[in-house]
């Protein structure tokens, strides 16, 4: 809201006030997840949030956040998300953030570097982002807020961030001179290229906005959806700024149990939880619990993608869709996870009563998943052969989760579904390579010597 200079909203701004107040740790910061440690960016961003929304920087709340921002490094330890929202903002220069050319939406397959080596979040995420690198827009922020105390020297000094303890030195050697000499080169880009890039940028975004439930069904996509509109002069009411800004107010939770407090959810999780839910039902095995199941799972069934051949199809043009998301809509990218517990779900349900309701769906969701199998044995969460690992040494990937690679969670889910089915290792041959996958990762880690892990 402030970014856009919006109407403010003062009710929602005190109940955001609130909850970020309550959940505020001892020591000053927040988490990033429940029992978590505090983070910095975090704190960075909730400190920012409640100036903005009006706290005085002389509060006790606030000097104890800003102690603990500046106990863990200052604001200059923040990451490059929060980075990019202190560029938007004016605080930081855009020296402070790596180089990411919209130029990127133009490059081929083979390259190093191209959109669908990365995981769909950082997907949907990084590409809204490639225009407002280019453009540089700066918010509105009406009040004119600023948050230069929390910095150890002045913000405008702030350059890129230090490797972080996953990455490899020479990897990120290369590629902080690679984003030395793009830095150099960018203002020599041609004017139609560069053009050329914003529109494909755009017709990416375009093509899954996913009406109310946003671009890839996630925040970070989302909000970042609504300031390249922005930031290109769509009008407040075009159709697609308009659909991307309100697929931000449905993910408000109003509690007003809790004083009246609000928060923003940073996605849905209906099919998940929904299909998660059939199978404890299924555990208490009462009427009334049966008729829940049978309400859940024909609720599912038309939930599931059966027509858009999202962007799992680089890797695998020739497999039918047949998954279902993780949120209400996401149909450019079905959950792998999600597809497994819902097959299974429906096929207990089936046979526990008796009935063959849900075959046509269960083979369906079947199909895809085996299709989405990477050649390891293992699955990824939405995508396979998700594992340029090289990636991860980028300065933009210093959150670290900027891949899909297979993972023992997931794939155990998935043969759980295929021996669930009667496909077991001994006679299918994708249960085969599953559990090697997963005795493979097991073994690995035990003589590394730490836990096999997600």
Known sequence: MHYLAETPNLELEAKIARYLRRIQRADGGWLLFTDGAMDVSVTVKAYFALKMIGDSPEAEHMQRARRAIRAAGGAEKANVFTRILLALFGVVSWRAVPMMPVEITLLPEWFPF???????????????????????????????????????????????????????????????CVDAVLRAADPLFPRHTRQRAIEAAVRFVDERLNGEDGLGAIFPAMANSVMMYDVLGYPEDHPNRALARKSIEKLLIFDEALDGEAYCQPCLSPIWDTSLVAHALLEADTPKARAAVSRGLDWLVPLQILDVRGDWISRRPNIRPGG????????????????????????????????????????????????????????????????????NNIPFSDHGALLDPPTVDVSGRCLSMLAQLGKQPATSEPSKRALDYIFCVVRNAMEAGTGAGG
């Open 114 to 176: 191209h959109l669908s080596k990365v995981s769909y979040w950082a997907r949907t995420v990084i590409v809204p982002l490639l225009v407002l690198n280019a453009k540089r827009p700066r918010a509105r922020n009406p009040k004119g807020v600023r948050i230069d105390e929390l910095f150890f020297d002045a913000p405008v000094n702030v350059g890129m961030a230090a490797r972080a303890p996953y990455q490899h030195q020479g990897w990120f050697v290369l590629f902080r």
């Open 324 to 391: 279902w998301a993780f949120q209400f809509a996401n149909p450019h990218y079905p959950d792998v996870d999600d597809t497994a517990v819902v097959a299974m779900a429906m096929e207990r349900a089936d046979r526990e009563n008796g009935t063959a309701l849900y075959g046509e769906a269960i083979a369906r969701g079947r199909e895809w998943v085996v299709g989405m199998q990477s050649s390891d044995g293992g699955w990824g969460a939405f995508e396979p052969e998700n594992t340029q690992y090289y990636l």
